[in-house]
């Protein structure tokens, strides 16, 4: 980890540690400053973005962010830092800069994809399981690559989930017997299961 603090008096014990359900930003201030003073700010692969935090119990600050870690996931050479500033009279005001390394990330379970009958007819239920939250699309292919439908698509909580495929495209048309293929990408990770359709 590299720190650099630009007014080290007002911030002690700046951490960012790594969890498998998003990373932990937190840190003491010193003397009195209002929550509207500061701001948090997540870094990586050209994006920035404001990160929410309470004040805990003992006066402290924290926060969770699960988009940093599915950002940290997506290469093991992403750069990631978190930025606190404070809110003066021309601006924002770097304090404090803390930089996440990729190689701090816990070991990631597989997603465990599968579905249930396989082969089947008419329809088939595919469950998949998510260690973080974040991002994840579940679509169907053929085995010619070609995109048949799209069945779950947008932010997920961390856990299992399933979705069920009737044998249909995108459109409602039936497919014909065959291979297809159920791909999922979530976490920066990719996995595909085979499945059979028996008209």
Known sequence: MGCAGVVPVLI????AHVASD???????VSGHVE????????????SEWKVPFEIGAGGGFSAVDQRGLVMLSSGRDA?????????????WRML????VAAGE???VPALALMAIPNPFNPMTTIRFDLPVAGQAQLSIYDLAGRLVRVLVEGERPAGSHE???DGRDQSGR?????SYLARLVAGGKVEAVRMGLVR
């Open 12 to 15: 002690a014990d700046f951490v």
């Open 22 to 28: 998003g990373i932990t930003v937190s840190w003491r």
């Open 35 to 46: 929550t509207a003073q500061l701001r948090l700010v997540g870094i990586a692969r050209g």
């Open 79 to 91: 750069n990631l830092a978190y930025v606190l500033q404070m809110a003066t009279g021309s601006g």
């Open 96 to 99: 404090y800069r803390q930089e």
């Open 105 to 107: 990330l816990p070991t």
């Open 163 to 165: 979705a069920v495929w």
């Open 174 to 178: 039936a497919m014909a017997s065959g």
